[in-house]
């Protein structure tokens, strides 16, 4: 991947706030959170790079200690132009007040921006770090035509930053940077759409990973060529985000690496994640995965869509790369180290189509949902888009459209995804109208059937007998409509 693709739409509002600053000559503060890999600092620095305004860019070190990180935020205040006299900046600062005074005595009179990257870092080293953050900014900073963009990968950490109880609440805007979209990801690779939904499910979207993906190679040969490296960002990538998260192996790590191994229901975790004293206890386990949903955002929690309430709700690793990773790819980076390449891609080659085809209905459905809030499916009331199954999981309807979830008022379509290299046929359709018929909610008299097929239908499916067929070309059109 060469030069800088995408993000569009975030560049433009960057921008927005900057111009905001050069007309009212005052302060504007954005704090932008993504996991990691996910190219904040890269995002930030090409539009410092294309704004033409004088800019400061700090990056924090985990580690280092408070007197270090002054030193060299003071060292890179010098060095970044802001100030035209670089010696009127102290050598040397009592604490971080003074080295945002310092900060705030530089600031020109044209506008300008100030990056502090990995934020989280400077409060872990200084827990007041927050509260000076918030002096300057109100008695210092907020007079200046400057706009404070403040980054980090903690993702619980930067929201607290702006909660109602904290230094910059009302006084930061939120940025959430999300991995490139697959239509982004098609563009960034130059591949057909089915080759981009796969490279999308290997990466997650992340530009750590797509930056070493060399422009038209297909999805298998990228990942056969990255099976001859250890260090390859293909697994490294994932390999330092769960170091991060779970720098212990602790009991949130086992839950998460439970879900990533293919584990979904509560059950199943709980007896996958417990020790030798059985399985984990329903009241350790449940505050185990609000802590991963809520405050990490690294499950997704999926439920039963239909007019009833149902169970059991489901448990996913929400991005696509560490799911790839728990359940192939770390095995595949062991034979890697050992010197068995060929080995570890036949781990991954043997594995990848069963994986595949789960992996790519969340993704599926997100699409659907886009599409239908841009009104380009049959049905305009549809505004959520999920699976619907029973305790037994028989049966399990990959795609349900309502107009609300979890518990709908209407049932507009129910639907099937068959991402294989054979096609939709009469056995499949007759499968799925099976199932439709016991979602709650659906009436066949007025509800649809859709299918999502890779290789499309075969002759066997008449035309008239479903109502909606997307192909991996109408699943990379959502995001580029949404955009």
């Known amino acids: 991947m060469a030069g800088f693709v995408g993000r569009r739409r975030e560049l433009a509002l960057l921008r927005k706030r900057l111009d905001r600053v050069a007309d009212s000559r005052r302060a504007l503060s954005v704090a932008i959170r993504g996991r990691r890999q996910v190219g904040k600092s890269r995002l930030v620095q090409e539009f410092c790079d294309t704004a033409d305004v004088p800019y400061l860019y700090y990056a924090a070190t985990k580690g280092m200690s408070q007197v270090e990180a002054m030193s060299s935020f003071l060292d890179e205040l010098r060095r970044s132009g802001l100030r035209a006299e670089p010696d009127a900046v102290p050598e040397n600062v009592e604490g971080w007040l003074d080295a ?34 918030q002096t300057a900014w109100d008695r210092l900073i907020s007079s200046h035509p400057v706009l404070l963009l403040v980054l980090g990968s903690d993702l619980h950490m930067m929201e607290r930053l702006t909660a109602y109880d904290k230094p910059m609440f009302g006084r930061a805007d939120n940025l959430v940077l999300e991995p490139l979209n697959p239509a982004e990801t098609a563009e960034v690779l130059g591949l057909e759409p089915a080759d981009a939904i796969d490279a999308q499910l290997i990466t997650g979207g992340l530009p750590g990973i797509l930056r070493s993906w060399p422009r038209a190679l ?72 609000a802590q991963l949903a809520e405050e990490k955002r690294l499950i997704a929690v999926d439920t039963p869509l239909s007019t009833r309430p149902g169970k059991p709700s489901l448990y996913r690793v929400a991005d696509s790369n560490l799911r790839l990773y728990l359940g192939v790819l770390r095995e595949a980076h062991e034979l890697i180290r050992r010197g068995r390449d060929r080995q570890a891609y036949e781990v991954f080659a043997r594995r990848w189509t069963t994986w595949r085809g789960r992996a790519v209905e969340p993704l599926v459905r997100e699409a659907l949902e886009l599409a239908a809030l841009s009104d380009a499916l049959p049905w305009s009331d549809v505004r959520a888009v999920g699976g619907w199954w029973n305790r037994r999981f028989d049966p399990e309807v990959d795609l349900v459209g309502a107009d609300r979830s979890p518990v709908a008022s209407h049932v507009h379509f129910a639907g099937s995804i068959k991402w294989l290299n054979t096609r939709f046929d009469r056995h499949d359709l007759v499968d799925l109208v099976r199932q439709a018929d016991q979602v709650p909610g659906l009436d066949r008299d007025r509800s649809g059937l859709v299918i999502v097929s890779l290789s499309g239908l075969d002759e066997s499916v008449a035309a008239d007998s479903v109502d909606l067929v997307w192909r991996a070309s109408d699943v990379i059109d959502a995001w580029r409509t949404d955009s």
Do not use: H, K, M
């Open 100 to 133: 945002l005074r310092a900060l705030s005595a530089s600031l020109p009179e044209q506008p300008s921006i100030v990056v502090i990257d990995e934020l989280p870092w400077l409060a872990e080293q200084d827990p007041s770090f927050d509260g000076a953050l």
């Open 218 to 289: 297909s999805p298998l040969e990228f990942v056969e060529q990255e099976c001859a490296d250890p260090a390859a960002p293909l697994f490294s990538v994932p390999e330092y985000s769960l170091l991060a998260e779970f720098p212990r192996p602790d009991q949130a790590r086992r839950v998460f690496e439970a879900i990533g191994s293919g584990d979904r229901t509560f059950a199943r975790i709980a007896e996958s994640a417990g020790g030798r004293g059985g399985g984990l206890a329903s009241g350790s386990l449940s505050p185990v995965l």
